[in-house]
């Protein structure tokens, strides 16, 4: 199916979340969880958007304005969230696995807790950002940015970092067994108590 086909119309948008908004409010009782399972979002201006344990598996958000959107403990498995702008969204606890978030702006955005394994988000920027405890497992993150970012027992076995720069970023206690670091550049981040078994170094400048 053309992306364009399952596009979502801003009416219908509004009304979803509305009901979804007394789904949470009510525990259940009136409203209903909002379903977005595949349909596209792109280009709406979704700022503050509550998403809050939404399904949006599938769904494309191409371009899209959702600062401080809240997707807490939402299902975003394999949607396609790139180039838009999530700075301060918060992501807590939020399925994202196998999601692709390429060329976004997730400055500030909390990711504590969620599930970003097998994520594609090269060329990312995540100054500021918040990935405690997060599961970024296979996660491509190849030419991301990671400034002022914390990222405190966070699991990035296997993740590929090649050429990302990691400036003044903590990653104390981080899993980064098998992770490929090459050509990757830090400037005063702190990996104490951090896992690097197995991990490609080559041309890295990380300590």
């Given at each position: 199916?053309?992306?364009?086909?399952?596009?979502?119309?801003?009416?219908?948008?509004?009304?979803?979340?509305?009901?979804?908004?007394?789904?949470?409010?009510?525990?259940?009782?009136?409203?209903?969880?909002?379903?977005?399972?595949?349909?596209?979002?792109?280009?709406?201006?979704?700022?503050?958007?509550?998403?809050?344990?939404?399904?949006?598996?599938?769904?494309?958000?191409?371009?899209?304005?959702?600062?401080?959107?809240?997707?807490?403990?939402?299902?975003?498995?394999?949607?396609?969230?790139?180039?838009?702008?999530?700075?301060?969204?918060?992501?807590?606890?939020?399925?994202?696995?196998?999601?692709?978030?390429?060329?976004?702006?997730?400055?500030?955005?909390?990711?504590?807790?969620?599930?970003?394994?097998?994520?594609?988000?090269?060329?990312?920027?995540?100054?500021?950002?918040?990935?405690?405890k997060t599961?970024?497992k296979n996660?491509?993150?190849?030419?991301?940015?990671?400034?002022?970012?914390?990222?405190?027992?966070?699991?990035?076995?296997?993740?590929?970092?090649?050429?990302?720069?990691?400036?003044?970023?903590?990653?104390?206690?981080?899993?980064?067994?098998?992770?490929?670091?090459?050509?990757?550049?830090?400037?005063?981040?702190?990996?104490?108590?951090?896992?690097?078994?197995?991990?490609?170094?080559?041309?890295?400048?990380?300590?």
């Amino acid at each position: 199916m053309m992306e364009n086909e399952n596009r979502i119309e801003k009416s219908e948008l509004n009304e979803i979340l509305e009901y979804h908004q007394k789904w949470l409010e009510t525990g259940g009782t009136h409203g209903t969880r909002a379903d977005f399972n595949g349909r596209n979002l792109s280009r709406h201006y979704l700022q503050q958007a509550n998403f809050e344990r939404a399904s949006l598996k599938g769904a494309i958000l191409e371009q899209t304005n959702l600062r401080t959107a809240n997707f807490k403990e939402a299902n975003l498995q394999s949607a396609k969230i790139t180039n838009s702008s999530l700075q301060w969204a918060i992501f807590r606890n939020a399925d994202l696995a196998g999601a692709c978030l390429e060329g976004s702006g997730l400055q500030y955005a909390d990711f504590s807790g969620s599930d970003l394994s097998r994520a594609k988000m090269s060329h990312a920027f995540f100054h500021n950002a918040y990935f405690l405890k997060t599961q970024l497992k296979n996660a491509d993150l190849r030419n991301a940015s990671f400034r002022f970012t914390e990222m405190n027992e966070a699991d990035l076995s296997s993740a590929n970092l090649t050429k990302a720069v990691i400036a003044k970023t903590k990653m104390i206690g981080a899993d980064l067994s098998q992770a490929n670091l090459a050509n990757t550049q830090n400037a005063m981040s702190d990996f104490k108590g951090s896992n690097f078994s197995n991990a490609c170094f080559n041309r890295a400048n990380l300590f």
